[in-house]
């Protein structure tokens, strides 16, 4: 049996064990596992999109054959013992809703997605790490972007009360499943939230906070500001044993970002800009003495040994900040195909090579909002920057404004959706043998380990 001992509670500014002892979590997140993203194993557009694509390929036996394989092998005991040997004490574990309940069967909730948070949890658990579950892609879609798996760049969850029960109900069973489970650091109820008119997330949050607490009582809960995890205008006086999440990404770490110090998107970027925008977006929770935890953070690397010294003199900087501030962190990502992952699928590998092409022509279209840059799109860009800013100078779109959002729909939308057929050809002729040797990729022992990220992460465990 578990020791109950080391169950995580809420005591002042950080968490404690049940026997009292501080705890600072430490960790990475899992993405492109039970949520798939476009950049971290390298198909177009949304994972919606790229599995239906697959599918048609590959027919039902090797698509079936791929992706069992794939939830199987992308994090193992092998996985869990590598990170408990750098240090580490933590995995936010990402999930999308449809592991769980199908469209045609609202609240009907799947066994199938609780085997797979139970193996994740337990293995973790024989390793010593906590584990924090995270709901990634909520039904509606709680933001405009890719990793809700939002086909669109409109959020329907605010907005439609049929969604948001669907996620009260789906966490109810969550709850109800763990809450006696010790090394569960934790529910994240929706990562990266954005409500475009700010009205509905503050009550959203009040309901689903008390449905989760109905059930379990003692476990943290741990709530993502508004506007992807930095506005926390939303809440008034903190709720008891629970923590308000910060996403801390740094200007200078994106993948068009400039020298550091330096200017990046038009804005110089030193230590003090770093500092200044890590103690805005924690202003809530040292205001309110609650602890604080950066859910997610990270640079994008690009494979030029001088340009990622940048990005590591920005990681090292924002964790000696978190240090300051006694501040928990959970790194974005930790396996990919290259771009962040602490552990990344080998660029030899048969996974990478049949997907080559299709990989080319995504950077050179810039199609990933996420670690892709524009230069090869601007004669498309350019005039439509300029036409909406001269006609439209007052529009404002949440969350991040004019440029972002039209960046998500001519590059993310317009460019993407179509690739991805490319991408399923890519797997054309693949029976279910061949499916399960690509999947295979992603294993441990087929992947490579960023040892200088794993080198500054370690002097700050």
């Not at 890719?146 to 009360?161: A, C, L």
């Not at 990562?191 to 689903?208: K, M, Q």
């Not at 199609?367 to 840059?373: E, F, S």
């Amino acid at each position: 049996m578990p020791d109950p001992s080391v169950l995580l509670r809420v005591d002042g500014d950080h968490l404690a064990t049940a026997a009292g002892e501080p705890v600072r979590l430490r960790g990475v997140g899992l993405g492109g596992w039970m949520n798939m993203e476009n950049f971290i194993t390298g198909f177009p557009s949304t994972e919606e999109l790229h599995r239906k694509a697959l599918r048609s390929v590959l027919g039902p036996e090797a698509y079936e054959a791929f992706f069992d394989r794939f939830l199987e092998v992308f994090f193992t005991d092998a996985d869990a013992r590598f990170l408990a040997d750098t240090g580490m004490n933590s995995v936010r574990l990402p999930f999308h809703y449809r592991h769980f309940e199908d469209d045609a069967a609202p609240m009907r909730v799947k066994e199938s997605g609780f085997r797979l948070l139970d193996s994740a949890i337990e293995t973790c658990a024989r390793h010593g790490i906590y584990t924090v579950l995270d709901l990634h892609a909520a039904p509606g879609f709680h933001n405009q972007r890719w990793h809700s798996d939002n086909p669109t760049h409109r959020s329907f969850f605010w907005t439609h009360r049929h969604f948001q029960d669907r996620v009260v109900h789906l966490w109810e069973a969550l709850a109800d499943r763990y809450r006696d489970h010790p090394w569960v650091a934790g529910y994240n109820p929706l990562n990266e939230p954005a409500d475009s008119d700010g009205d509905a997330i503050g009550p959203f949050y009040e309901r689903l906070h008390a449905a989760i607490r109905a059930v379990d009582p003692h476990h943290v809960i741990y709530l993502d500001g508004n506007r992807h995890a930095t506005d926390f205008d939303a809440f008034a006086e903190p709720w008891d044993n629970t923590v308000y999440t910060v996403h801390d990404y740094a200007l200078a770490g994106f993948a068009d970002s400039g020298d550091y110090p330096g200017v990046s998107r038009g804005q110089y970027v030193d230590r003090a800009y770093v500092e200044q925008r890590f103690l805005q977006r924690s202003e809530y929770m040292r205001r309110t003495g609650t602890p604080i935890w950066v859910g997610e953070f990270g640079p994008v690397y690009t494979g030029d040994p001088a340009r990622d010294e940048h990005r590591y003199r920005v990681l090292a900087d924002q964790l000696d900040l978190y240090d300051e501030h006694g501040a928990g962190w959970s790194l974005w990502t930790y396996k990919d195909i290259g771009l962040q992952g602490v552990v990344h699928a080998r660029s030899d590998s048969d996974y990478l090579r049949r997907i080559a092409p299709v990989l080319e022509k995504k950077a050179r279209l810039g199609v990933d909002v996420w670690g892709g840059v524009d230069t090869g799109v601007r004669e498309l860009l350019e005039p439509i920057e300029r036409t909406v800013a001269r006609e439209f100078p007052q529009f404002d779109p949440l969350p991040f404004g004019q440029r972002q959002w039209i960046h998500v729909l001519v590059r993310h939308i317009l460019l993407a959706e179509p690739m991805v057929d490319d991408f399923a050809r890519c797997f054309a002729g693949v029976d279910a043998e061949q499916a399960r040797a690509l999947a295979d990729c992603f294993a441990f022992d087929a992947c490579d380990v960023r040892t200088r990220l794993v080198e500054e992460l370690g002097k700050h465990l």
